[in-house]
């Protein structure tokens, strides 16, 4: 009983700073697009995965995919990388990895377990 009510709460938790998440990266997408220059700085970036099972994998590669300005692209063969298309990411890819890593990924382990 108390694991259901900690992931349900974990549950809400991720839906609530998804919301966050798609806010602030629409907001910064508009921002590129109505930019007179180009502030685009669209990068290709391989993110290791912690997440181990089909559903966790899933959600990852769909909340980031749901965001603006990003897209999961393909998953490795052996299930541990994550190839994200970052319209934003700049000069380092470190970033992305690291909003992932702790944002969406950390959340999704509370939702799924593992």
């Not at 099972?53 to 990388?81: E, H, Q």
């Not at 700049?90 to 890593?101: A, F, H, I, Q």
């Amino acid at each position: 009983m108390i694991t259901f009510i900690k992931r349900s709460l974990s549950f809400i938790y991720l839906f609530i700073m998804f919301l966050k998440d798609l806010i602030i990266s629409s907001v910064q997408v508009a921002q590129v697009v109505l930019s007179p220059r180009d502030a685009t700085k669209p990068r290709l970036v391989t993110i290791p995965l912690n997440v181990t099972t089909d559903a966790g994998i899933t959600m990852v590669a769909n909340f980031i995919s749901l965001t603006p300005g990003t897209l999961s692209i393909d998953v490795s063969d052996d299930r541990t990388k994550l190839l994200v298309h970052d319209l934003l990411a700049g000069d380092s890819s470190e970033e992305t990895r690291e909003d992932v890593r702790t944002g969406i990924e950390s959340r999704v382990l509370k939702v799924t377990g593992k």
